[in-house]
């Protein structure tokens, strides 16, 4: 199910203000991508237009395209509620529903997108999602409990079951380790791993060596100069990128020159 | 700082014009909470000790002031309460809808140049004199389309008054609402509205309750609509739509004129027990309120 | 610097980007942007940069999201409801001036002295007279005499809370404000009839004893129902909102500031006076506004506490007087509003007293407004 992704001469704005300038980039499906890059140089935005959660933000808009599988996300007849549908995400802090249990936080957004379905089904969905995010062994016993009183990483994986559990094809993650400890980290590490077999992933990380684990494909992100808009200098595969960079100023931030 | 430079720490007394200010100002500023300590418990006092043997009194909570006159001693207070509990619960279901529907617009679509106008209007709601509110629904609803005066007209003009309390809580509640939650819901391909009902209003929930509660208990003594809206009376009426009707501040205010008359106290008993009723219920919902927003999702 | 810094920041330039466009009239704002776009992209048609809508190459087919095209309708249908809520309240406002000044004209028409200027109000017989001095007078004094007694107190409390006291006292010191607040308006009016008023004599002639010779403390009635007694029961209804306001403004005061005083080796009033103080003069003005139409609305205490005096009485611009407001002047008539033209003289007085509340209130929230850009 997982698809290929494609942007095209993709220029990204918050107002008149141009955030991320001429991105180009082809991500093959059920792989990892790493974005990477020095804070402000506009990979968080990038990752956001992906599945047009940019606009969420006022006056912010995008220029070019974003495909799917060749299909236009950015096309005038395509409602963003559906790319949203179809493309999941991970955010960088864990944002269960405080009003929600475990179970209802995983089934959150079936429920919301299509009002009713049988008890069976949902019940079905939840252990599905929940053993996909290896948390059903911790909280299978305390479903009914609040999900917000889980521990950091639990609440991650809390949040990545329930964005898996409305069946996307893509799943995008937004730093989703930063307010995690390590241990909870490798944990969402090893997820993603097993992940990438059913769905094309991208991850923003300010962790090179995390881009380095878990990654196949890395694009370095970075200012064209101080006042200037973001840009994508380089994507590759992630060994070349940390080994053997065609851009310098790839290798200068690699090697913690700058950044 | 214009005292000399002190040669020992433990010498440098701030000098003595600088601390005796210090000390007076301390002393002054701690003096203004006495004096707002003084008519709250002076005022609590009298209501308590003067009000306390009639409420207490058999018959009170249940029976009406039907054929009590200012010369006989009993009677009770059901039909005030009966009357306010209906106006002031007409008045909500008008005012919460409205309310919440105001609040959510202001905060989830606002900025725009009918929101800003709109957080104007609900300032100047806000500020709109109880007397005032009366008279605009006078004005429309019994010299225009020649009602007669009636509970449901004071309900109306309550409506005024409380909207404004609850947009404004309302949308202190929903701007706690942290943005990572709408944004979670998105990415989940929820729609908006559905976002806002289902996750935003139910995150937000106990503080817009406190909201609400917090304009019943405004509402519930306001006493200028009871004069022009719906005459007072001692019979129980639970008809909103037509005939006089009691209420706990029209109870009290019925007693005022026979207050200088020495022979008979029931009707100064009968004001104070009202009065000690009014504020055993508004305190009441305040402080259940204060207590939901405690257990409150959003954290302020 | 950490990731959460940096992303903090990131986030905070967008947000500054945001701000830039905020003041034109491009209706952006994080809240009004329409995350399921009822446009293709929302948000973007009021800015001059060019339209991503139509540089994107639409000529993709129809996919997974195609062949929709449609808007969802639960979202537009909440957006006008709550646009439409909003509308009625802006609404509400413009009929009650229109309501009130098309019953209040004909009365005024008929008015045979000076509304702005007579001292009569003769309205039951079959010429009405009617003119709103006195009553501006006695509402104007009592509520600034309120309000000159409760913002000291206030900026004391609020001090107190925010400044002085430790936070275990804090928080119950606060809470016994806001009870004042709690307290029904008519429960005021009695207790200070009743209660309150007979016990200001004293005060009252040690005054008049002493400043007599100035109009304003010359004692002209025994009656306790003066409007300084008035005035001192609506001072204390009016403090808990100038409270509120005031503490809430200290409590903003940029922890630099405080800061920096303290480091200059400032006493703990010197830091007051110069850091907390300057900072809240705007809000505690406003508070003080808001207080004061608090005050010259009031009904139904100032109602009860204030004498009338008899009709065609001498003015006296005394505080130890009686007198009516126009509230109290309205809440008295209304078991006998009858006819529409008598009625019409009392809906002017009330039309007045919107324009006065109105205005007051108008001007505190330009005063907070104005605070708020720069906080």
């Known amino acids: 199910m997982a698809k290929r992704i494609e942007a095209k001469n993709l220029n990204i704005y918050y107002s008149k203000f141009l955030a991320v300038s001429e991105v180009n980039f082809t991500i093959a499906p059920r792989s990892v991508t790493a974005f990477i890059g020095p804070s402000g140089c506009g990979k968080s935005t990038v990752l956001r237009t992906i599945n047009r959660m940019h606009e969420v933000i006022a006056g912010a808009h995008v220029q070019g395209d974003v495909l799917l599988d060749g299909e236009n996300i950015y096309g005038s007849a395509v409602d963003p509620v559906d790319v949203r549908r179809t493309i999941g995400m991970v955010f960088q802090r864990p944002n269960p529903f405080p009003t929600m249990s475990i179970y209802d936080n995983v089934v959150a957004g079936l429920k919301l997108q299509s009002g009713r379905i049988k008890k069976v089904e949902l019940d079905d969905t939840v252990e599905k999602s929940l053993r996909g995010a290896n948390l059903w062994e911790e909280v299978k016993d305390r479903l009914g409990k609040p999900g917000a009183g889980l521990s950091g990483g639990q609440q991650q994986r809390l949040c990545i079951a329930r964005a898996i559990a409305v069946e996307p094809q893509v799943l995008l993650m937004d730093e989703p380790c930063s307010a995690l400890d390590p241990i909870s980290t490798l944990a969402i590490e090893d997820l993603i791993q097993s992940l990438k077999e059913k769905y094309t992933i991208v991850i923003v990380t300010h962790n090179m060596q995390q881009a380095a684990r878990v990654s196949e494909r890395t694009a370095f992100f970075n200012l064209a100069g101080v006042g200037k808009p973001g840009q994508l200098v380089e994507i590759d595969d992630t060994q070349k990128i940390f080994s053997n960079p065609s851009e310098q100023r790839t290798e200068d931030y690699i090697s913690g020159r700058f950044g | 700082m214009t005292a000399a430079a002190p040669t020992t720490l433990a010498g440098s007394s701030k000098g003595g014009v600088r601390a005796f200010k210090n000390t007076l100002a301390t002393v002054l500023v701690t003096a203004a909470f006495g004096i707002a300590l003084i008519p709250l418990v002076w005022l609590l006092w009298t209501v308590l000790s003067k009000g306390l043997k009639t409420i207490t009194q058999s018959g009170w909570w249940t029976s009406s002031q039907r054929n009590i006159t200012y010369r006989k001693p009993g009677g009770g207070v059901w039909h005030a309460i009966l009357g306010t509990a209906e106006q002031v619960l007409l008045c909500t279901l008008i005012s919460v809808p409205i309310a919440l529907l105001v609040g959510i617009y202001l905060?989830?679509?606002?900025?725009?140049?009918?929101?800003?106008?709109?957080?104007?209007?609900?300032?100047?709601?806000?500020?709109?004199?109880?007397?005032?509110?009366?008279?605009?629904?006078?004005?429309?609803?019994?010299?225009?389309?020649?009602?007669?005066?009636?509970?449901?007209?004071?309900?109306?003009?309550?409506?005024?008054?409380?909207?404004?309390?609850?947009?404004?809580?309302?949308?202190?509640?929903?701007k706690l609402v942290p943005n990572e939650l709408r944004e979670a819901s998105y990415a989940l391909g929820v729609p908006k509205w559905k976002t806002i009902v289902k996750i935003v209003v139910p995150t937000a929930f106990s503080g817009?309750?406190?909201?609400?509660?917090?304009?019943?208990?405004?509402?519930?003594?306001?006493?200028?609509?009871?004069?022009?809206?719906?005459?007072?009376?001692?019979?129980?009426?639970?008809?909103?739509?037509?005939?006089?009707?009691?209420?706990?501040?029209?109870?009290?205010?019925?007693?005022?004129?026979?207050?200088?008359?020495?022979?008979?106290?029931?009707?100064?008993?009968?004001?104070?027990?009202s009065a000690l009723t009014l504020i055993i219920i508004v305190m009441a919902l305040n402080l259940v309120a204060r207590l939901v927003a405690r257990r409150s999702k959003v954290s302020n | 610097m950490t990731d959460q810094e940096s992303r903090d920041r990131e986030h905070a330039r967008a947000r500054a980007e945001r701000e830039a466009t905020h003041g034109s009239d491009t209706p952006d704002d994080y809240a009004n942007a329409d995350p399921n776009g009822v446009g293709p992209i929302p948000s973007s048609s009021a800015l001059t940069t060019p339209d991503p809508a139509d540089a994107t190459i639409s000529g993709s087919g129809v996919g997974a999201f195609g062949g929709r095209g449609k808007v969802r309708i639960g979202d537009k249908v909440f957006r006008y409801l709550t646009a439409g809520a909003g509308m009625f309240v802006c609404i509400l406002i413009t009929l009650v001036a229109v309501f009130l000044l098309a019953k209040a004209i004909p009365s005024i028409a008929n008015d045979k002295v000076n509304f702005f200027t007579s001292r009569t109000w003769l309205v039951s017989g079959s010429t009405l007279q009617f003119g709103i001095v006195d009553l501006l007078w006695t509402t104007v004094l009592s509520s600034v005499f309120a309000m000159l007694l409760a913002v000291p107190v206030a900026i004391g409390i609020a001090l107190f809370i925010t400044q002085y006291a430790p936070r275990q006292l804090a928080r119950p010191v606060a809470f016994v404000v806001d009870l004042l607040a709690a307290i029904p308006s008519i429960v005021y009016g009695v207790f200070g009839i009743t209660v309150f008023a007979p016990k200001l004599h004293g005060i009252i002639d040690f005054l008049n004893r002493y400043l007599g010779w100035i109009p304003l403390f010359k004692k002209q009635i025994s009656d306790p129902g003066t409007v300084f007694a008035g005035g001192i029961i609506l001072a204390i209804m009016i403090l808990p909102i100038i409270t509120a306001i005031a503490r809430e403004v200290f409590e903003r005061t940029p922890r630099e500031n405080v800061e920096a005083a303290w480091a200059l080796g400032a006493t703990r009033w010197e830091m007051v006076r110069l850091s907390v103080l300057p900072y809240g003069k705007p809000g505690v003005i406003s508070g003080a506004m808001l207080g004061l139409g608090r005050a010259l609305g009031e009904t139904i205490a100032i109602t009860l506490i204030l004498v009338a005096p008899p009709s065609g009485a001498p003015f006296s611009p005394s505080l130890f007087y009686g007198g009516e407001t126009f509230a109290s002047k309205i809440a008295n008539a209304a078991a006998e509003f009858n006819n529409p033209t008598q009625t019409g003289a009392y809906i002017a007085a009330g039309l007045v007293l919107f324009v006065l509340t109105f205005a007051v209130n108008a001007a505190a929230r330009i005063v907070v407004n104005r605070r708020r850009e720069f906080s």
């Open chain 2, 107 to 174: 905060i989830e679509y606002g900025g725009g140049r009918l929101a800003k106008l709109t957080s104007f209007m609900v300032d100047i709601l806000t500020g709109i004199p109880s007397i005032v509110a009366a008279l605009f629904i006078y004005a429309v609803f019994i010299t225009t389309f020649h009602g007669q005066r009636a509970g449901i007209y004071v309900s109306l003009a309550l409506v005024m008054l409380m909207v404004p309390v609850i947009v404004r809580t309302t949308e202190e509640m929903l």
């Open chain 2, 208 to 273: 817009i309750v406190t909201g609400i509660m917090l304009g019943i208990a405004r509402v519930a003594g306001e006493t200028a609509p009871l004069l022009i809206l719906v005459g007072y009376s001692p019979d129980t009426n639970s008809n909103l739509l037509s005939g006089f009707q009691g209420s706990l501040p029209g109870m009290i205010y019925a007693q005022v004129p026979q207050l200088g008359n020495i022979r008979y106290h029931y009707a100064a008993d009968r004001m104070w027990g």
